[in-house]
């Protein structure tokens, strides 16, 4: 919620908050790949790509999104209740077996037995409301970054923060991984010869 803020106040639109774009770090949360952000005030058409196609992860866009209507910051909330909703239960509220069937389910606003509004029952009681209104299908109704700040309460300060233990493990875990990729790493354990990469043999 906090780089959304900070996002925003740059006056940039994500359009594209999804699971994969967001990074658990021990000291907290970041949203990464702004590569289709958008200025939200430019005059830019927020809409489209050059070719004509709403540009987006369709489990994750907002109905004017998928609809391809001029976006706002509002848009960028209703990605963040889908993200919080795939946290909490690990299913997208808006997932369908197809790309077309996704795009029906989120421009939906009428009552339907088939494509209903998003099932949240699995959500936990405590983050249900916010993520609800945060799935607002009207962008007027979606709480903005602030007003989420204010209901979730003060920020944890800098710092290691208190992720359940196997999170801090696959942290450590990938971090680790980064490390040896950049060759800042561990080297091999004394006694053992560093391992011998082949090199092909020329003609």
Known sequence: VTALTE???AGLIHRDLK???VLLSQD???VIDLGIARAAESGVDTRLTRTGLVIGSPAFMSPEQ????????????????SVLAMAATGVSPFAADSTLQTLFNLVQTLFNLVHGEPELSAVPAGLRPLVARCLAKAPADRPTPAELLHLLGPVPPAGRLPWPP???GLIAAQGAAIDRLLGVGPGPAPGRP??????PRLP
């Open 166 to 168: 196997a999170v801090h």
């Open 7 to 9: 996002i925003h106040r």
């Open 194 to 199: 560093a391992p011998r990469i082949p090199h």
């Open 19 to 21: 699971p994969e774009n």
């Open 66 to 81: 998928a609809e391809g209507r001029e976006l706002t910051p509002a848009s960028d909330l209703f990605s963040l209740g």
């Open 28 to 30: 907290g949360v970041r």
